[in-house]
């Protein structure tokens, strides 16, 4: 007996090794090591981002190039690299019973396509999406595009909008002139004046005058300091604020990390007295690094009166305290005085587009941009970092402008509006990896304060013809100067929960404190016959608005290949009135002073390519609801004057399909020649939208204003060796710029039918040693069309495009 109970303790012992030793061998756990190493001379390079499996975890070189995961288990891992100076890499490594050793050799960006091969998805098409997790940002789930200018055939001197954004499906563009002065994109009914439906960034802070109360974006940055534009739709209102657009944010090239000094110089020349003047130097020495750049641009424009000039000049300097933290301050400073033709009427239009009976008007802007940011990385699985940054500026209209469009100027005294901004904020953010029940998770909190300040004040200007920014010296000159003094504190966390390796759950939330006040007078201006001042009435008025609510959402991403992504998104969306819903002073418009706040959410669901470098292809639903939509419509008033009421039209819904796929049909024919390639590209946008709800009379059941039915942009562009060229066709159908669907515009011609349009764009570009020479021919069938009618400055009335133009740029690159 007792010799049956010690075999059975042994058969438990060795049961119990045998499980022991074969769990050890089926959940061991292994590490993948690696170095990243220039591919040109073999050198380590630091700082490199390696995204382990689309982002679920990541680590950063040291000073040696090294880089290590830990804790992995058996099987296929896929390595992708993110390093300013060099192209971006995706390898496939197998972890067996052992810990896997590599090595991984980066291509510098500086070289040119004779030295390299190109493999990388970026390099072949300039478009990509953001990553799960990146840049200290999460986006799984989320409908996402990037934009690589570097990879653009395309007029980047002149910031041609309609290139630039041409792979970023249903984006309505609005070109107020043809310098790319300012950026005027929407999409999915949003107004793009100005950008303002979008939140606006430059290195993640803000760039408008006000983040909330004057969300419009009179600086643009210069296409050609651009390493990336990230755009994320609507979805972005959880980590970025609450625009119904979402995300826009211009990435600033970095400085390169293998040389102390580098000298980029362009110089552009074009139609129309057109010159541009570029130059950047960029380098690291030691733990600082920096780049900084200088634009000077000039031109006469297409129509007479639209002489301008520009100055921009930007500087980024960044001190690596450690392997872990990193220091840096941003400055940007712009100005333009530019001379404004004045808007037409549908008569004038038809009759010669490139007419103007306007040469008193004129706008000055003036942004200066300091910011400070602290990046610290406690170790693979923590970083935080800090932004603090302020805004210093002021904007300047002057002109005649009458409602009355088609009126001679009878050389009086010009109407002038005098805007200045002081605006501070700083943003903080903290992301984290860990596991939750064996599974890799990302949480990222956040939190913001910003402080907002604008000074408006409006009143009569000089009768001369020059750009004097002064008001005459009558003590009845000031007709409106109001203070908006604005507040906002906000806070958000969003979660990643990975469900095995192919579904991920991301939930958000964001609280938001608003306040906003309007503090000053307005007033009426009475003239005797003879035109002269009598007196001034005045009105004093005094309303603030402060609330607080919290905002929700949720993504899903379901990957059931490598190379599918399965999405889709659902977000709460908000935009608080703005200063110029709170007051106008114009003698055509009157506001509703029960306006309230947009509320709304917008859902996305679509499917798209990853990890691809032949082919890449986005297509997506989506669905907007639009609540209390601020808009303008036409009325009668008791003197059967036409004027504009700006005020909660109602509830607007715009639902559509947004597509897009390219693919290099050349290299997928011949992949053996990396020589020769050839992309064709389709971005196609199908969108129905309506007025579900109004209590206007007339407006339920209309079309909602700056939504084409469809959206098209398509185009080629082939290459051999160092030669590139472009094709580009543009069409988009017919919209309207009001809810009451109005076709003529009137003696004003603000409000009525934008026409459909189709514009065909080529460009070249030929890259030889230190050299590259590009040119372009936008319009090049001089087709004659318009994007917008402007409600007031730089109009009122039509303002038409630009006809047919030509651009040559040569660059150097020491």
Same mark, same amino acid.
Not at 581 to 587: E, F, K, L, Q, T
């Given at each position: ?83 300013? +100076? ?77 290139? =630039? ?31 303002? /439906? ?70 552009? =020349? ?321 506001? +509703? ?25 986005? =297509? ?6 639009? /609540? ?17 009421? $700006? ?16 693919? +290099? ?51 080629? $562009? ?51 040693? $230190? ?44």
């Amino acid at each position: 007996m007792s010799g049956l109970r010690t075999r059975q303790h042994r058969l438990k012992i060795s049961g119990l090794f045998l499980f022991s030793f074969f769990s050890t061998t089926t959940f061991a756990q292994y590490q993948l090591l690696g170095t990243v190493q220039a591919r040109h001379d073999g050198t380590a390079i630091q700082g490199v981002t390696i995204y382990l499996n689309n982002g679920k975890r990541q680590a950063l070189t040291d000073s040696l190039g090294r880089f290590v995961f830990a804790n992995l288990s058996k099987g296929q891992y896929v390595l992708h690299t993110s390093a300013p +100076d060099f192209k971006a890499t995706k390898q496939t490594f197998t972890l067996a019973e052992h810990d896997l050793s590599v090595r991984i050799q980066l291509t510098s960006r500086q070289e040119t396509l004779a030295e390299v091969t190109v493999t990388d998805k970026q390099s072949d098409f300039g478009f990509t999406r953001m990553r799960g997790v990146e840049s200290m940002g999460i986006y799984e789930g989320k409908k996402s595009e990037v934009i690589i200018p570097d990879q653009l055939v395309a007029n980047l001197s002149t910031n041609n909008a309609r290139q =630039i954004y041409a792979r970023v499906a249903g984006l309505n563009i609005w070109e107020n002139e043809g310098a790319g002065l300012q950026l005027s994109i929407g999409g999915r009914g949003l107004d793009p004046n100005r950008s303002s /439906n979008f939140n606006v960034r430059q290195n993640g802070y803000d760039i408008s005058a006000d983040a909330l109360g004057y969300p419009e974006s009179y600086y643009t940055p210069p296409t050609e300091a651009v390493g990336r534009i990230q755009i994320v739709r609507g979805a972005a209102s959880l980590q970025y604020g609450t625009q119904f657009g979402g995300l826009l944010n211009f990435v600033m090239k970095k400085p390169v990390a293998d040389r102390k000094f580098e000298l980029t110089a362009r110089q552009t =020349i074009g139609s129309f007295g057109f010159y541009n003047a570029f130059t950047s130097a960029s380098g690291t020495v030691g733990k600082l690094s920096y780049y900084t750049f200088f634009q000077y641009k000039k031109g006469d424009s297409w129509r007479p009166n639209s002489h301008f000039t520009n100055y921009t000049a930007f500087a980024d300097i960044d001190y690596h305290v450690s392997e872990k933290t990193t220091l840096g301050v941003d400055i940007t400073q712009m100005s333009y005085l530019a001379q404004q033709p004045g808007g037409l009427t549908d008569d004038m239009f038809r009759e010669n587009p490139r007419q103007s009976n306007r040469e008193r008007n004129w706008f000055k802007v003036n942004w200066t941009m300091p910011a400070l940011h602290f990046d610290h990385k406690f170790n693979t699985n923590n970083e935080f970092n800090l932004r603090v940054f302020g805004l210093y500026a002021y904007r300047y209209s002057l002109g005649f402008r009458p409602n009355r469009v088609a009126s001679i100027d009878d050389n009086s005294e010009r109407d002038l509006i005098k805007g200045d901004f002081q605006n501070w904020g700083t943003e903080a953010r903290y992301l984290k990896r860990y596991t939750l029940s064996k599974q890799q998770a990302v949480l990222l909190v956040g939190g913001r304060y910003y402080h907002g300040f604008n000074h408006s004040v409006q009143g009569l200007g000089s009768t001369d013809k020059d750009a004097d920014f002064n008001f005459i010296s009558d003590a009845n000159a000031i007709s409106y100067d109001y203070r908006f003094p604005n507040r906002n504190v906000s806070a958000f966390a969003e979660n990643i929960f990975y469900i095995g390796e192919k579904v991920s759950i991301t939930p958000g939330i964001r609280f938001e404190y608003i306040k906003t006040t309007a503090d000053g007078f307005y007033g009426t201006i009475t003239r005797d016959l003879a035109g002269n001042i009598i007196n001034s009435v005045s009105t004093t008025e005094y309303r603030t608005n402060g609330r607080q609510f919290v905002l929700g959402g949720i993504g899903i991403s379901y990957k059931p290949v490598p190379q599918l992504d399965i999405y889709g998104n659902l977000s709460q969306n908000y935009r608080s009135i703005t200063f110029t819903d709170m007051r106008i002073a114009n003698p055509s418009s009157v506001i +509703d002073p029960n306006m309230q706040d947009e509320k709304g959410y917008s859902l996305d669901l679509g499917i798209r390519s990853t990890q691809t470098t032949l082919y890449n292809f986005d =297509i997506s639903a989506f669905y907007l609801n639009y /609540n209390n939509r601020i808009g303008e419509v036409q009325f009668y008033d008791a003197n059967d004057r036409v004027l504009r009421r $700006r005020g909660n039209i109602g509830q607007a819904v715009i639902m559509g399909i947004e597509s897009y796929a390219e693919g +290099d049909f050349l290299r997928l024919a011949n992949p053996a020649n990396p020589n020769v390639s050839g992309v064709i590209f389709a971005n196609v946008a199908l969108i129905h939208s309506t007025y579900k709800a109004s209590e206007i009379s007339g407006v339920v059941g209309n079309q909602v204003e700056f939504v084409p039915n469809l959206n098209l942009k398509s185009g080629i $562009r082939l290459g051999y060796k160092n030669l590139k060229g472009s094709f580009q066709y543009t069409h988009l159908s017919n919209q309207f710029s009001d809810a009451t669907n109005a076709t003529e515009g009137g003696v004003s011609a603000v409000l009525g039918l934008i026409p459909a349009y189709t514009i065909l764009d080529a460009s070249l570009s030929y890259q030889f040693t $230190r050299f590259r020479l590009e040119g372009s021919l936008n319009n090049l069938a001089n087709a004659t069309y318009f994007t917008r009618r402007a409600t007031g400055y730089p109009g009122p009335g039509i303002l038409p495009s630009d006809g047919r133009s030509v651009y040559v740029t040569i660059q150097i690159k020491l």
